[in-house]
């Protein structure tokens, strides 16, 4: 079993930055591919980014790339989440994901484990 918990959300100007953490506990952290995904009210969930257990992949969903940047430290079980730039649209609750393998899945259904989410607010 995985567990994921968030951390890192709140409330930001336009044009702010944030920095989400997801730590992970279980099995063999180096081994999951760990996605960001967010929800917004009335909205389906959206990929917005995903590591590969190495590091060396990454797949950044089109709204958000040059704007954040994912990252992990596999010795502290975390991935990091870096959010520049924000923007109002931004706004929604973030969920780290976690799937073991190599590929880095843009659906949420090919993820395993779930984090409970972090509330991810910015202001006009």
């Known amino acids: 079993q995985v567990q994921l918990v968030e951390s890192g959300g709140g409330l930001v100007q336009a044009g702010g930055s944030l920095r989400l953490s997801c730590g992970v506990s279980?099995?063999?952290?180096?081994?999951?591919?760990i996605a960001w995904f967010r929800q917004a009210p009335g909205k389906e969930r959206e990929f917005v980014v995903g590591?590969?257990?190495?590091?060396?992949?990454?797949d950044y969903g089109d709204s958000v790339k040059g704007r954040f940047t994912i990252s992990r430290d596999n010795a502290k079980n975390t991935v990091y989440l870096q959010m520049n730039s924000l923007k109002p649209e931004d706004t929604a609750v973030y969920y780290c994901?976690?799937?073991?393998?190599?590929?880095?899945?843009?659906?949420?259904?090919?993820?395993?484990?779930w984090g409970q989410g972090t509330q991810v607010t910015v202001s006009s």
């Open positions: 994901a976690a799937v073991r393998g190599i590929s880095v899945y843009t659906g949420p259904h090919e993820y395993e484990y």
């Open positions: 279980g099995r063999t952290f180096s081994r999951y591919v």
């Open positions: 590591i590969s257990w190495s590091g060396g992949r990454t």
